[in-house]
């Protein structure tokens, strides 16, 4: 649990030292919730529960006090272990300070494999159904959220503007406006993030679904530092983005790498790589369709994506104008604040225009290497057969050679003629019979030869032609005799 308030209600507010309470069991979460928990009629600031993945590990304070995470000085360090309050069981944190590593620092080059997700760890928390209830009641968490956490495969941005009113008494209703971000669980490390923003008292009330302790750290340093500016509603929804646009500079750079190894492997017919993908049964034909595929998946996410970015935009534009309704809270630091989110929600909405340019890139330099490559191959079957011609040349030509020495010496063999006769050579009186045989035959297959491969292959398309027209004309008259009914039956009635 993160809080960051300001010091008093008034115009002139102060941005105090951010407090951590990890909540580990129920009886955290109560004790939390009766020492700790802001009042919508007085508070003002930040409260943010961080709800750690399903699966994770260690959270971001447990790397705190082993030391696996530090702020880089070891008095820094020490200094923060001995800020917990045993009374409210809280942490502060250290004034002007950020974490500068975690355990989870190191990586090792991301692969498509290692990037996926479709996991649920979003979807799991540590706390029971009933603490979970109480905290959301108590944060005035909208129904719409759990939509946003279903909708896992698509980005999603969206606001509801709500009243909402504290259980106390003579409490009054009071407008809120409700954000609800999502990732697209088709990578890993998506998140969801629910937040809902009181512009009366300035207070927020937010929880980050799916953290792991490199976002934990990377959402603390990021709030830590953000004083006066903490106050803009859109603070979190803008450190949200920051997280995503992290998250998909690295989806996209690796699955970019992976579809020009493949253009590679086109191109010179070799893998110069060595990739789990490529050790598919299905062959590298599989392997290539599904690198092609996922390109154009993420572009279509990345189109989705800038499409919640630009809702995202229009919206600060809409908070700029209602900048009276915050006077109370500095209208000067608010409208600044309101500049420096649309500005840099602008530079990475062209850093998504980039990278769908560089996806597009890739999937038309496949479909030109893929050409290359077919083409190459026709090429060689081309050669191939040229060759294979050649050699039938060839063997046509010492089959020509031979063949009138081979028909003649067949025919002397044959018992029409007695060459050994004492009379001198004698000529069967039957070798008419001969003749006549060949002939008949040689002429029957000369014509059904003629028949199959020559009449009947111009008759074909002749006879379709016929069968089209038939059809037209048998539609036409058909349509003719319809709309003669329908004639008859206008002047019937």
Not at 24 to 43: F, L, Y
Not at 271 to 289: F, I, K, L, Q, Y
Not at 363 to 375: C, F, K, N, Y
Not at 433 to 462: E, H, K
Request: hydrophobic share 40%.
């Amino acid at each position: 649990m993160f809080d960051g308030k300001q010091v008093n209600g008034d115009a002139n507010v102060k941005w105090k030292s951010p407090m951590l309470w990890p909540l580990e069991s129920p009886k955290d979460v109560e004790e939390w919730r009766r020492t700790s928990m802001p009042s919508i009629e007085e508070d003002s600031g930040i409260v943010l529960m961080l709800c750690p993945r399903g699966g994770e590990n260690a959270s971001l304070f447990e790397q705190l006090n082993n030391g696996r995470a530090t702020f880089g000085h070891a008095g820094v360090d020490k200094l923060f272990k001995v800020s917990f309050n045993e009374k409210d069981r809280s942490f502060s944190w250290p004034k002007g300070e950020s974490i500068v590593s975690t355990g989870s620092q190191a990586r090792e080059k991301s692969t498509t494999k290692a990037l996926r997700g479709g996991d649920r760890g979003v979807r799991e928390i540590s706390l029971d159904k009933d603490t979970f209830q109480d905290i959301c009641d108590a944060f005035f968490v909208h129904s719409s959220i759990s939509k946003a956490i279903s909708r896992a495969d698509v980005p999603l941005f969206s606001r509801i503007d709500i009243t909402v009113c504290s259980d106390t008494a003579n409490a009054t209703e009071q407008p809120a406006i409700v954000y609800n971000c999502r990732s697209a669980n088709t990578w890993k490390n998506d998140l969801a993030l629910t937040v809902t923003y009181l512009p009366r008292r300035n207070l927020t009330f937010a929880i980050l679904f799916g953290c792991t302790a490199a976002i934990e750290k990377e959402v603390l340093n990021r709030l830590a530092g953000a004083k006066e500016r903490g106050f803009h509603p859109l603070l979190l929804p803008g450190v949200f983005v920051e997280i995503e646009r992290d998250r998909m500079t690295e989806v996209v750079q690796t699955t970019i790498d992976r579809i020009e190894e493949t253009i590679y492997e086109l191109d010179t017919g070799d893998s110069g790589h060595e990739t789990a993908e490529g050790d598919h049964p299905a062959g590298p034909r599989h392997v290539r369709r599904t690198v092609w595929l996922n390109v154009t998946f993420l572009r279509n996410r990345l189109r989705i994506l800038k499409t919640q970015f630009l809702k995202m935009l229009e919206h600060v534009k809409e908070l700029m104008a209602l900048g009276p309704m915050f006077e109370s809270h500095g209208d000067e630091v608010f409208h600044r604040t309101g500049l420096l989110i649309r500005d840099r929600l602008r530079s990475i909405i062209e850093e998504l225009d980039e990278m769908i340019d560089d996806c597009s890139m890739r999937v038309d330099g496949m479909t030109i290497a893929t050409q290359w490559s077919q083409g190459d191959t026709t090429v060689e079957i081309a050669k191939a057969t040229g060759r294979d011609s050649s050699q039938m040349r060839s063997i046509s030509l010492v089959t020509m050679i031979f063949l009138p020495g081979t028909f003649f010496a067949t025919v002397f063999s044959m018992t029409f003629f007695d060459w050994g006769s004492p009379d001198g050579a004698i000529v069967s009186s039957y070798i008419w019979v001969y003749v006549l045989i060949t002939t008949v035959f040689t002429v029957g297959t000369l014509i059904l030869w003629w028949y199959f491969l020559v009449y009947r292959a111009r008759r074909v398309p002749w006879m379709i032609m016929t069968w089209s027209l038939q059809e037209r004309r048998i539609s036409g008259d058909h349509l003719r005799a319809d709309s003669r009914s329908v004639a008859a039956m206008y002047r019937r009635y």
